[in-house]
């Protein structure tokens, strides 16, 4: 069965309480940084504006941003989601904190539900539990990452470090990076030292196949080093020492790699990111394009993307679905994400080892 992205039904904005709402209430922002004390924070949700009479969308809406209201070329009112420590001095900021359209805010979760009129008041097994099969979840992956390749989708991954502990799991990444199903990759220092190391020494953090080897454990640093003497990844690949893997792919593919840094390192490679704002700011250039993120075994990564992410993007005009995705192999783990706020989200409970090399066999033929 072919795919097909669920419909946007927008608010029927003839009832009583929004066509009776009044304008939202707009505050100018008077020092850097500092919203007004009635600062109204959006959600991953859409979020409409009424500005002059009219319910304006909010095209990116995200966790824990504002809205700003601006003019755009044609003289309309529009609304632009900045971080609190983005706004500026003049910046006309929306003000409110309900959200059922009593301030002319509305928040509005129903857009892509779907009608149950004909589905059975009791249904066993009627959706997912601990007791659905696995295979039902990948076939419904296979079609959306097929839809997304095939309309021009943007499809941006979030990898923790376990991916790169395993030469199959490796090549089954690069190989999604070969054949067009990934589109940024959003990770640390770690997992990246972990791909270049196995793709230079055959070891991570000096070990090989569990089995320590003399010397080896100064692999790690001397990745690194290698790296930075190059100057750059893209150096460091093109010079021939770094024979696979997933930075390979993604560098040959041009397929943009984030590389947020952590308090934890003691040693970065070139490219990554030390400051925090400015890792989350290479972060969101990707989520707010994103149609599909998946997430892999990286609580802190997960939850940061995730958080950035809205639930739904405005694509050549229309508004669809975004497809968030969590896998990781402890129940804890995926459930932090929708603990966080962000409730639009499919989780996997398993080894995303085995995960990715499943999600490779089932779209690569």
């Known amino acids: 069965m072919t795919f097909k992205l669920p419909k946007f039904t927008p608010p029927d904005f003839s009832l009583d309480f929004l066509a009776n709402a009044p304008d939202c209430k707009i505050e100018e922002v008077t020092k850097e940084g500092v919203a007004h004390k009635n600062y109204h924070a959006l959600s991953i949700y859409p979020e409409y504006f009424k500005i002059k009479g009219k319910w304006v969308l909010a095209t990116e809406s995200r966790m824990d941003s504002v809205a700003i209201v601006l003019l ?30 009593s301030e002319g805010i509305y928040m509005y979760t129903r857009g892509f539900a779907i009608n149950s009129v004909d589905i059975d008041t009791f249904a066993f097994r009627g959706g997912r539990s601990r007791e659905t099969a696995f295979s039902r979840d990948y076939d419904e992956l296979y079609k959306i990452m097929q839809y997304e390749k095939e309309h021009a989708g943007k499809i941006v991954w979030v990898l923790g470090p376990s991916i790169a502990l395993d030469d199959k799991s490796r090549a089954a990444f690069a190989s999604l990076v070969e054949n067009g199903y990934v589109h940024a990759v959003l990770s640390g220092n770690t997992m990246a030292t972990y791909d270049l190391e196995k793709a230079m020494f055959k070891t991570i953090s000096g070990q090989d196949t ?22 750059s990844l893209k150096e460091l690949i093109n010079s021939g020492k770094v024979k696979d893997g997933i930075l390979k792919a993604c560098v040959e593919n041009d397929v943009p790699l984030v590389l947020a840094g952590s308090v934890r390192d003691r040693y ?87 995960f990715i090399v499943n999600v490779a066999d089932g779209l690569i033929k």
């Open 72 to 101: 755009n070329y044609n003289g309309d009112n529009v609304i632009q989601i900045v971080e609190f420590r983005n706004l500026k001095v003049h910046d006309m900021v929306v003000v409110g904190r309900t959200e059922d359209g």
């Open 210 to 231: 569990f089995e320590s080897r003399e010397t080896a454990h100064y692999n790690y640093i001397a990745t690194i080093n290698d790296a930075r003497r190059f100057g």
């Open 268 to 354: 970065t490679l070139p490219n990554v990111y030390d400051n925090v704002y400015e890792s989350q700011d290479a972060m969101r250039k990707h989520t707010r394009k994103a149609t599909m993120l998946i997430c892999l075994s990286s609580v802190l990564h997960t939850i940061a993307a995730g958080n950035m992410t809205p639930s739904y993007t405005v694509k050549d005009g229309i508004v669809r679905p975004v497809y968030i995705y969590s896998i990781d192999i402890q129940e804890f783990s995926v459930n932090k994400l929708s603990d966080r706020g962000t409730l639009e989200v499919k989780t996997l409970v398993t080894n995303i080892q085995d």
